[in-house]
């Protein structure tokens, strides 16, 4: 187990007083300050960091706490039985992987391989409530409070119509269930209150929170308030109830309590899957706010022999809907440049799941915004998305600073502008850009050359991608291609989930190249092909090549010193530094060399005219590929002329002079 680092310490410490904060908040005070989602995602470090470092987990943890405190205005009232709070799923693969430790346990209970059914629920986001029957009779309503005691809420709840004062049996009960308020109630509500000049409730499940917790039950009864029962946490009866939680439901229903008509029983974790994505795209249609499924094990019996863990069932799982706002950290600010020359700052993310895929970037539009947010290089942030968009930057969580973040500043130049990178603000506009107005173009060119065949060689990586990663805010330089995720692409038009997974495995493919290919990809000048494949035999090494002196390459055959000047020169440059060192984080050099084909060693080539099927530049590549060189004009020490269409008088100069012509033919087959 590795050791936890004072950061990592400190991490924690803060994470449990953001938590402890915002859970008092949400659960006690109905006054929360964050979205359900994002509260989520600080519980959910917190709980990988406490997996990750045992030593972590203290008592007091908020990952081993079901709720908030009890009110001081109310009753408190001690529950008969705990009040247990689900384990949460997040994606396909979470809810696999509880499937794989249910059958995991039950085959070591019973000694043999078992494939229990499940029932799935909606999960209502309201407010739980435990009701106990005496005889039939309601004799209390509680919260669930810190899960140990809860406030007396009775006479609020004998407000909402939808729970029996007398159950349609004389049964001695305790059962659980939400209570929530229709989104029809409160756009009434909210209505009232705008034309009072009274603020606007936020949401149903805040209001209806609230409304339970009123001194005076006629606020509640104004209120409307509705429920939905799921579950009996205790019954006296003589023999057995049961056996299944799909009768229990029924048995709920028979009683005269509300239950939500939309659950199922299913053989397999893969129709649960079904269920939760068939929910999802039609959870916005219902009254009720509903924030996942709740899956269980269907057989009692299975129930019993999975037992609970220090804070939740085994049995049963919350599989969240798919959350559009998470927390996340900005690990760097970068700048990207647009089709204008205008810079646009994009946060640089620890890559993050949010509305259902993984994501590693955030627009942060201008400077206003980064001062708005007071966003800075190490901040934990809120991020939202919502469909396929880029995601935004909500607020940043301050509290969590560590006094080692960084603020980030527009730079006065910026490697990726052209003509000495010089970058200025726009009269009257918080906009900068680059001085050069080629900039846009001479990187996107760049990034043409990196991708190609010759180099990288990533297929389905071509200029159109390119171009709309740019205008997306998605790239900027060499690195940024390697870093995409599944969620960042999916915001390119016409680009679907195929296209996406197609692209991910080209550019995986794609890491491992050998140290010719990588120098040539990084467009320093003069440095070719075949120059790469020069420097690559001598150094061996990208760490060696990046510490060459003028003199060392000055000296080695192919280089000379104008090629020299131009390698010292751009690793001179803080940013290209910088850039070579995040390439080889991102990719593995393969050991094995590229040789130079020596075909066409010392042979002089000039081209003339269209060539049918190739372009001037692809011969020139195939001519310098196997070791020819090619001139601009036709002299007594050319070797070859090769002509296409329209011919001129170069093509006369060869005949003139004796040299040898070539067709396109003629010259494909000397390749050969």
């Known amino acids: 187990m590795p050791k936890a680092t004072k950061e990592i310490q400190e991490r924690t410490r803060k994470l449990r007083e953001m938590i402890d904060y915002h859970r008092r908040l949400y659960h006690t005070l109905d006054k929360p300050e964050i979205s359900d989602n994002a509260y989520d995602s600080l519980l959910r470090e917190l709980e990988d960091l406490e997996s990750k470092y045992p030593e972590l987990v203290s008592p007091d943890s908020p990952s081993l706490r079901v709720g908030g405190e009890p009110l001081k205005e109310f009753e408190k009232i001690v529950h008969k039985v705990p009040q247990w709070s689900f384990n ?22 019973f000694k043999k391989e078992i494939n229990p059914e499940y029932v799935v629920e909606l999960k209502i986001d309201g407010l739980k409530v435990v009701l106990t029957y005496e005889r039939g009779i309601l004799k209390t309503a509680a919260t669930r409070g810190d899960g140990r005691v809860g406030e007396n809420v009775t006479n609020n709840v004998r407000t909402i119509k939808s729970i029996p004062l007398k159950l349609n049996e004389p049964e001695s009960i305790i059962v659980e269930g939400e209570i929530w308020m229709g989104k029809s109630i409160l756009e009434k509500i909210n209505k009232l209150r705008k034309k009072n000049g009274e603020e606007p409730f936020a949401n149903p499940r805040n209001i209806a ?56 029983k299913v ?37 019993e022999a999975l037992g609970y863990t220090g804070k939740a069932p085994r049995w049963g799982i919350a599989f969240k809907f798919k959350a559009e706002q998470v927390t996340t950290v900005v690990e760097d600010i970068t700048l990207q440049i647009g089709r204008t020359g205008v810079l646009t700052p994009v946060a640089v993310l620890r890559p993050v799941l949010v509305a259902g895929s993984t994501v590693s970037r955030a627009t942060l539009h201008n400077e206003d915004e980064i001062r708005r947010l007071d966003v800075r290089i190490g901040d934990t942030v809120i991020l939202q998305k919502a469909g396929d968009v880029i995601p935004d930057i909500v607020s940043v969580i301050k509290d969590l600073r560590t006094g080692k973040e960084k603020e980030f500043k527009f730079p006065t130049h910026f490697s990726l502008c052209g003509g000495g990178g010089r970058v200025e603000r726009i009269p009257g506009q918080v906009a900068y850009r680059c001085v050069a107005k080629n900039s846009f173009a001479q990187q996107k060119r760049k990034l043409y050359h990196f991708v190609s065949k010759r180099v990288f060689d990533i297929d389905g990586l071509g200029p159109k991608v390119i171009d709309a990663l740019l205008e997306a805010g998605l790239i900027s330089n060499f690195d940024d291609i390697f870093k995409l995720k599944k969620g960042d692409l999916k915001v390119l038009p016409r680009f679907g989930e195929k296209s996406v997974e197609n692209l991910l495995n080209s550019i995986e493919k794609a890491r491992s190249v050998t140290l010719a290919r990588f120098i040539a990809s990084l467009s320093i000048s003069q440095v070719g092909e075949e120059t790469a494949i020069d420097l690559a035999d001598h150094f061996g090494t990208p760490e060696r090549f990046a510490q060459a002196t003028v003199d060392e390459l000055t000296n080695l055959n192919g280089v000379g010193p104008i090629i020299a000047r131009e390698i010292t020169n751009w690793f001179k440059e803080k940013e290209n530094k910088k850039l070579f060192e995040r390439l080889l984080k991102q990719i593995n050099i393969k050991q094995t060399k590229e040789k130079k084909q020596n075909k066409l060693a010392g042979k002089i080539f000039v081209l003339t005219g269209t060539l049918p099927t190739l372009s001037r530049d692809e011969a020139k590549e195939r001519i310098r590929s196997l070791g020819g060189n090619v001139s601009s004009s036709v002299s007594n020490n050319t070797d070859y002329v090769v002509a296409g269409n329209e011919a001129g008088e170069k093509l006369e100069k060869a005949q003139e002079l004796g040299i040898r012509v070539l067709n396109e033919k003629e010259f494909l087959d000397m390749l050969k």
């Open 88 to 109: 949460d799923a997040f994606d396909e693969e979470d809810i696999r992987a509880f499937d794989v430790r249910i059958k995991k346990y039950l085959f070591e209970s």
């Open 209 to 264: 929170a609230g409304s339970i917790r009123q001194l005076d039950p006629k606020i509640t009864a104004s209120r409307e308030l509705d429920s939905f029962i799921y579950d009996i946490a205790q019954i006296d009866v003589d023999g057995e109830i049961s056996e299944t939680q799909d009768e229990e439901l029924k048995f709920i229903d028979s009683l005269g309590l509300k239950v939500n008509p939309y659950h199922q």
């Open 267 to 303: 053989k397999n974790i893969e129709e649960v899957i079904r269920f939760w994505k068939n929910w999802e795209n039609k959870k916005d249609k219902q009254d009720y706010l509903i924030d996942g499924v709740v899956v269980k094990v269907n057989e009692r019996k299975y129930q």
